[in-house]
T-cell receptor, first 111, second 115 residues
Framework: AQRVTQPEKLLSVFKGAPVELKCNYS??????LFWYVQYSRQRLQLLLR??SRESIKGFTADLNKGETSFHLKKPFAQEEDSAMYYC?????????????FGKGTLLTVNP | EAQVTQNPRYLITVTGKKLTVTCSQN?????MSWYRQDPGLGLRQIYY???????DKGDVPEGYKVSRKEKRNFPLILESPSPNQTSLYFC??????????????FGNGTRLTVT
């Protein structure tokens, strides 16, 4: 069965500091990985996906199949980055391409 | 505006009183799904639907029902709610259930309290 692990429930950094939100996964197939973000009182939004190799709001994430990781990084955190971040893996079980979410990391960027 | 709309946003009810949370999307998406979000547990899939009249159980389906009579609507039904169903519920949809260009679009959430 697939599993997504986000080891940090809470992460607090100062504005301008680098930030890394960790995500590890276990899945026997070829993974498709995403980061979703949930700002206070808002819906979950897709932040980025590994297949696109894009940088969104200064965030990047690289899939490391050897370490089974998909850590989210930003070199200089901003206060507006404070949010809950979820790593998610899309797997196929029968006909259901299900998203399995990690338990989330609450990022707080202090002024 | 393309969106997933859930109603109500907040609901307080009593044990055993049937309720329905509605979900509607205007993007002609085939795939729809319900998740519940609980502290320390993240998001867990309740039910999903590949297309009209096609639904199946997710990880935590007990105590829930769904229907997909039309493409745009995917209501979540609690026939006899219990306090352990107190949670934040999210409906989500995507173009199809497969492919790399099908990220999930989420609704605003419904916070349900069962007393």
């Amino acid at each position: 069965a697939q599993r997504v692990t986000q080891p940090e429930k809470l992460l607090s950094v100062f504005k301008g500091a680098p930030v890394e939100l960790k995500c590890n996964y276990s899945y026997s197939g070829s993974p498709e990985l995403f980061w979703y973000v949930q700002y206070s009182r808002q819906r979950l939004q897709l932040l980025l996906r590994h297949i696109s190799r894009e940088s969104i709001k200064g965030f990047t994430a690289d899939l490391n199949k050897g370490e089974t990781s998909f850590h989210l990084k930003k070199p200089f955190a901003q206060e507006e980055d404070s949010a809950m971040y979820y790593c998610a893996l899309r797997s196929k079980g029968g006909s259901n391409y299900k998203l399995t979410f990690g338990k989330g990391t609450l990022l707080t960027v202090n002024p | 505006e393309a969106q997933v709309t859930q109603n109500p946003r907040y609901l307080i009810t009593v044990t055993g009183k049937k309720l329905t949370v509605t979900c509607s999307q205007n993007m002609n998406h085939e795939y729809m799904s319900w998740y519940r979000q609980d502290p320390g547990l993240g998001l867990r899939q309740i039910y999903y639907s590949m297309n009209v009249e096609v639904t199946d159980k997710g990880d935590v389906p007990e105590g829930y029902k769904v229907s997909r009579k039309e493409k745009r609507n995917f209501p979540l039904i609690l026939e006899s709610p219990s306090p352990n169903q107190t949670s934040l519920y999210f409906c989500a949809s995507s173009i199809t259930s497969d492919g790399v260009n099908s990220p999930l679009h989420f609704g605003n959430g419904t916070r349900l309290t069962v007393t």
